[in-house]
T-cell receptor, first 109, second 111 residues
């Protein structure tokens, strides 16, 4: 059965800290790994990763995929209170996205 | 560019009533999806569609019906609503293997 597991499920840090969110996956016919940020509304797209070892960056956020170990990480440096959200990882199979449970990140000022 | 829209955004109904949630996208994306999101369960796939007139079940299809007569629309019907179907429903779409985008969500309360 396809599955995506995220860790930790919850994380509380201080503003300015760096955080690393983890995502492991087992998905048949894997195509890509996506990260979304969800605040109190619909998930918004952050990254799509298809190749191993190539880091994608957007401002203070970066992500990388390891297709051998079936693993991805999302890094956020110099965190801000606006980074507080649930971060969702999803693995794309032949037809469907399989979502992890999400990591709830709280940034305290 | 309207993108992907859902209606209604909020709905209150009673147990046993039929409810239809609408999803419309303007991108001509081939794939469309319906998810529900509940505390403790994350996002769960209800149904998806790879193209007009092609639909398939997801993780939690029981109690739901979908149709896709036009590429841009993918309505989700709760045939006889139950309290356990109280949830936030998200529609999503994507083109081929590209990024999947979500609609704003419909918050449904079944009394």
């Amino acid at each position: 059965e396809d599955k995506v597991v995220q860790s930790p499920l919850s994380l509380v840090v201080h503003e300015g800290d760096t955080v690393t969110l983890n995502c492991s996956y087992e998905v048949t016919n894997f195509r890509s790994l996506l990260w979304y940020k969800q605040e109190k509304k619909a998930p918004t797209f952050l990254f799509m990763l298809t190749s191993s070892g190539i880091e994608k960056k957007s401002g203070r956020l970066s992500s990388i995929l390891d297709k051998k170990e079936l693993f991805s990480i999302l890094n956020i440096t110099a965190t801000q209170t606006g980074d507080s959200a649930v971060y969702l990882c999803a693995a794309q199979g032949a037809q469907k996205l399989v979502f992890g449970q999400g990591t709830r990140l709280t940034i305290n000022p | 560019d309207a993108g992907i829209t859902q209606s209604p955004r909020y709905k209150i109904t009673e147990t046993g009533r039929q409810v239809t949630l609408m999803c419309h996208q303007t991108w001509s994306h081939s794939y469309m999806f319906w998810y529900r999101q509940d505390l403790g369960h994350g996002l769960r796939l209800i149904y998806y569609s790879a193209a007009a007139d092609i639909t398939d079940k997801g993780e939690v299809p029981d109690g739901y019906v979908v149709s896709r007569s036009k590429t841009e629309n993918f309505p989700l019907t709760l045939e006889s609503a139950t309290r356990s179907q109280t949830s936030v429903y998200f529609c999503a779409s994507r083109r081929g293997q590209e990024t999947q985008y979500f609609g704003p969500g419909t918050r449904l309360l079944v009394l």
